[in-house]
């Protein structure tokens, strides 16, 4: 792991922020079921370096940044339901990580109505996301805001919602996140300068070492190219997850060389997945038997056998959880209770320093 930017700048008043001297904080967008790309560079990465440290943490699933372009209710809900579930599964403890939706917690989008108000329009203009919504207008000679939100264009001031109100001082990300983290720097320091120093500057977190995954067809696997190794499947009486699993493995494009020919290992997909769930030994044994010339069909199988030996235990605790919304249900607000002790606090301070309290107190 790599900080990208300097230290946390804590203040003296921030709050929250004394007993641990990391806290660690994500937001994962509900759209869409996972595959093992998501796995192998957010979920398993993120779980263990919990699990290593005793950092606080606080893990949630952003919602309210899911309905931004998703206008599918059953999409967003169905995916709230089973990437809670996945992340459960893969070993996410919600006695250790503060576990939420962002949605359970109204003083989040509160909050963001704040930032709103003294955040520059100009420094939303600058972000990528919506930058690349507006390129794409102007290419097809269309009118530029043409089908830009003011959901999409104030996307950052959401997140920095949820990272300010928790002071959170480091934010895991992908790359593709980190302008966002810096405008929520910017987006506190304004806060802090105009008003009162209540928010923590948070820093992003980006791993430079997680493996990304090659799909299917040979480029990397991505949901939007309809290449992936789906981690849990489709919940499908008809055909298991595991069968699923199977099947996306052995579509694994190869080239045409025979069983017996030597293989170059560097230049498959099949070696490459292999590399991101065996052991050093075990790669190396799969490597001597690519240039030794291991058929195509039986390098698939193994492949399929070690991650299945790795992704089988969490399996059948996702079919648990998914057969059982109220267990998830119940973990997701004992979440929402531990999250709101901390932002209802944050919100008054936020209140209070703005101007906005009770004008005396009734008995
Ligand atoms: N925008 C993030 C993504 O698309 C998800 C997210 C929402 C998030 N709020 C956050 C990530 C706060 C980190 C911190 O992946």
Redesign the pocket.
């Known amino acids: 792991m790599s900080d990208n930017t300097a230290k946390p700048a804590t203040t003296d008043t921030a709050t929250d922020n004394t007993k641990a001297s990391k806290r660690i ?5 509900p759209t869409g079921t996972l595959h093992l790309g998501n796995y192998v560079g957010a979920i398993r990465p993120a779980i263990e370096s919990i699990q290593n440290s005793d950092d606080e943490a606080f893990f ?1 699933l ?1 919602d309210y ?1 899911g309905i931004i372009g998703c206008y599918d209710p059953a999409v967003i809900h169905e995916s709230t339901k089973s990437i809670a579930a996945t992340w459960l599964a893969c070993g996410l403890d919600p006695e250790r990580v503060t576990f939420y939706r ?1 949605s359970d917690v109204p003083e989040i989008p509160e909050l963001a109505w704040v930032l709103n108000c003294s955040c520059a329009k100009g420094l939303m203009n600058r972000a990528h996301a919506y930058k690349a919504a507006v390129d794409v207008n102007v290419d097809n000679d269309v009118d530029a805001d043409l089908g830009v939100t003011m959901g999409l264009f104030g ?1 950052p001031v ?2 920095a919602a ?2 300010l109100m928790f002071n ?1 001082t480091h ?4 790359r ?2 980190v302008q ?2 810096e405008m ?1 720097r910017d987006i506190a320091g304004t806060f802090n300068h105009r008003y009162k120093p209540l928010f923590t500057l948070p820093n992003a977190v980006v791993d430079d070492d997680t493996p990304l995954l090659t799909g299917l067809d040979g480029r990397k696997m991505s949901k939007s190219y309809g290449n992936t190794i789906p981690l849990f499947g489709e919940m499908n009486p008809q055909v298991s997850s595991e069968k699923q699993m199977h099947k996306a493995i052995m579509k694994i494009v190869t080239n045409s060389q025979l069983p017996d020919e030597p293989k170059d290992p560097d230049d498959s997909a099949i070696f490459e997945i292999y590399k991101a769930f065996a052991t050093a030994e075990e790669v190396a044994v799969m490597r001597e038997a690519f240039t030794t010339g291991i058929g195509w069909g039986d390098a698939k199988q193994a492949l399929f056998d070690k991650i299945n030996t790795e992704i089988a235990p969490f399996r059948e605790r996702y079919e648990q959880l998914m057969n059982n919304p109220k267990e998830l249900e119940e973990i997701l607000q004992m979440g929402a209770d531990k999250a709101r002790r901390h932002s209802r606090k944050q919100l008054d301070k936020t209140r209070r320093a703005i101007g906005i309290r009770p004008l005396a107190k009734l008995k």
């Open positions: 904080l994500t937001g994962i967008k949630f952003a940044h962002q996307y959401l997140m949820d990272i959170a934010v895991p990300v992908g593709d996140q966002h983290i929520a």
